[in-house]
Every structure is written in structure tokens, then in C-alpha cells.
């Protein structure tokens, strides 16, 4: 893996466990179409968003030989995250 390589699967790893932390502490976590993003996993093979609980999807895999991020420059890989929100559950008023 060159510099630019490791620059963009190191900046994967960082966008990764931020949006861990926030599901970690209970957060609710949603992507860019709306769907809740339950847990992130992070290994070797890459950085995976876990929805629903049951279907995990890659964001980002750490393979040289694959385009799933490594060969998308870091400004733009950043951008897919601009429109992924998240929600204090403690913000949420029941309305009754």
C-alpha cells in the first residue's frame, strides 16, 4: 500500500469510528437515503455500516485491488458523509 493508499484507508478508519462513537453512546445514526445506520464495524478487511441490524454494507474496503474507496480521492469519499445526520435520543419528546 503507497502513501496515498494508507492516507485514504487511515482517513476511512477516522470517518468510521466517529460515526461509531455516536451509535456507541446510543445515538440514532442515519445515512444520506434515511436509512439507520445500527453499528459500524472496523477491521482489516474495512470499514463496514451495520442497518438494521441485520444487513451490513461497505463503506470503505481496504484492498488495493478493489475501487471500494481506496482509488476515490479523500475529499470526495468525505462528501458521501455530509448528508448523514444523527439524533440525541434524549432530544426525542414522546407526544402524548
Known amino acids: 500500500m503507497n502513501k496515498v493508499q494508507l492516507a485514504r484507508w487511515n482517513n476511512a478508519k477516522k470517518i468510521g469510528e466517529k460515526i461509531k462513537s455516536y451509535t456507541d453512546k446510543g445515538y440514532i445514526v442515519y445515512d444520506e437515503e434515511g436509512d439507520i445506520i445500527t453499528g459500524i464495524t472496523i477491521n482489516d478487511e ?35 458523509f455530509k448528508k448523514w445526520t444523527c439524533v440525541n435520543p434524549e432530544n426525542i419528546m414522546a407526544i402524548f
Do not use: H, R
Open 46 to 80: 474495512g470499514v463496514f455500516a451495520i442497518l438494521d441490524k441485520t444487513c451490513k454494507v461497505s463503506l470503505f474496503l481496504n484492498n488495493i485491488e478493489l475501487d471500494n474507496g481506496m482509488y476515490t480521492n479523500v475529499k470526495d469519499f468525505n462528501e458521501q
